[in-house]
């Protein structure tokens, strides 16, 4: 069964601690992995697709990586403004759908 | 600007009483979808639709129509709400061939 899960659920970090979130997953012919940013009360902002295992992707303070079983979600020295919750989802080639995991919300203290 | 919009965006409602979430995007996007977020469960696809007339069920669909008669307009439908309807709802579009979306800001639906 296609699954994915994110942790931890919530993480609270002061600013300019750096830390990782994990996205673990198991799918059926995997057709891309995605990180979005979600803010209370709007939709899922797009943030990375990562591929296939190896590939890493960067903006700003966030770094994406993925390997066959896994994703993580780099924080490099954060900011207030990058509290929010994020949420991983994997394409599973199998049933073409998109999976979403449960989110890891960050919280940044100044 | 490229956008999901959806209205509206918070409805209060009562069981069994008709109503229709609108949903439309301006990138000529061929897929839409629907989706629900609760606590705990995470978000969960509704219905999906390809292309112009061409729709299908997601994960959760019970309870839920949807129907796509123009390319950028994809509406929810629910004929007979439920308290169990009471969700956070978004609206997606991607462009044929990719596999990223892009949502909308989400309609909060409370069904008493």
């Known amino acids: 069964e296609d699954q994915v899960t994110q942790s931890p659920e919530a993480l609270r970090l002061q600013e300019g601690e750096s830390s990782s979130l994990n996205c673990s997953y198991t799918v059926s012919g995997l057709r891309g992995l995605f990180w979005y940013r979600q803010d209370p009360g709007k939709g899922p902002e797009f943030l990375f697709t990562?591929?296939?295992a190896g590939e890493e992707k960067e903006k700003e303070r966030l770094k994406a990586t993925l390997t066959k079983k896994e994703s993580f979600l780099h924080i490099t020295a954060p900011k207030p403004e990058d509290s929010a919750t994020y949420l991983c989802a994997v394409h599973s080639g199998n049933t073409g759908k998109l999976i979403f995991g449960q989110g890891t919300t960050l919280q940044v203290k100044p | 600007e490229a956008q999901v919009t959806q209205n509206p965006r918070y409805l209060i409602t009562v069981t069994g009483k008709k109503l229709t979430v609108t949903c439309s995007q301006n990138m000529n996007h061929e897929y839409m979808s629907w989706y629900r977020q609760d606590p705990g469960l995470g978000l969960r696809q509704i219905y999906y639709s390809m292309n112009v007339e061409v729709t299908d069920k997601g994960d959760v669909p019970e309870g839920y129509k949807v129907s796509r008669k123009e390319k950028r307009n994809f509406p929810l439908i629910l004929e007979s709400p439920s308290p169990n309807q009471t969700s956070l709802y978004f609206c997606?579009?991607?462009?044929?061939?990719?596999?990223?979306?892009?949502f909308g800001p989400g309609t909060r639906l409370t069904v008493t």
């Open positions: 997606a579009s991607k462009p044929q061939g990719s596999y990223e979306q892009y």
């Open positions: 990562l591929y296939s």
